[in-house]
C-alpha cells in the first residue's frame, strides 16, 4: 500500500522559513518523480517543484530561487525547502509521486503552510 505523509508545515511571518518533508512508503523509490504541489483557497492545484530520479529539478517561475527539492532515497523522503516566504505562498502543499514508466501518481494527504504577520 503506498502512502504518502507530509510534515513540517505551519504558520511563519514574511521572510521566514520552512522545510517541508514527505515521507514514502510502498514504492520502488527510484522509480517515481516526486513532486510537490499547493492549492491555495478558490485557486487551482499547481506544480510547484519536481525532481525526477537523477536529480533533475523544474519549479514553477514564483519560487524560483526561493524554494529547493530535494530527495533521499535511502531514507525514501523527499523535501521542500521554503526561503523568503511570502502571503501568496500561503496553501495546502501536497506531496506527489509518479511511476517514470506506467505515469500512475499518489497523493498524500497535505500540510497546511500559511504565511502571515
Known amino acids: 500500500q503506498v502512502q504518502l505523509v507530509e510534515s513540517g508545515g505551519g504558520l511563519v511571518q514574511p521572510g521566514g522559513s520552512l522545510r517541508l518533508s514527505c515521507a514514502a512508503s510502498?514504492?520502488?523509490?527510484?522509480?517515481?518523480?516526486m513532486a510537490w504541489y499547493r492549492q491555495a483557497p478558490g485557486k487551482q492545484r499547481e506544480l510547484v517543484a519536481r525532481?525526477?530520479?537523477?536529480?533533475?529539478?523544474n519549479y514553477v517561475d514564483s519560487v524560483k530561487g526561493r524554494f529547493t527539492i530535494s530527495r533521499d532515497s535511502a531514507k525514501k523522503m523527499v523535501y521542500l525547502q521554503m526561503n523568503s516566504l511570502q502571503p501568496e505562498d500561503t496553501a495546502v502543499y501536497f506531496c506527489?509521486?509518479?511511476?517514470?514508466?506506467?505515469?500512475?501518481?499518489?497523493w498524500g494527504q497535505g500540510t497546511q503552510v500559511t504565511v502571515s504577520s
Open positions: 525532481i525526477t530520479t537523477g536529480g533533475s529539478t
Open positions: 506527489n509521486v509518479q511511476h517514470t514508466i506506467t505515469r500512475r501518481d499518489y
Open positions: 510502498g514504492i520502488s523509490f527510484m522509480l517515481y518523480f
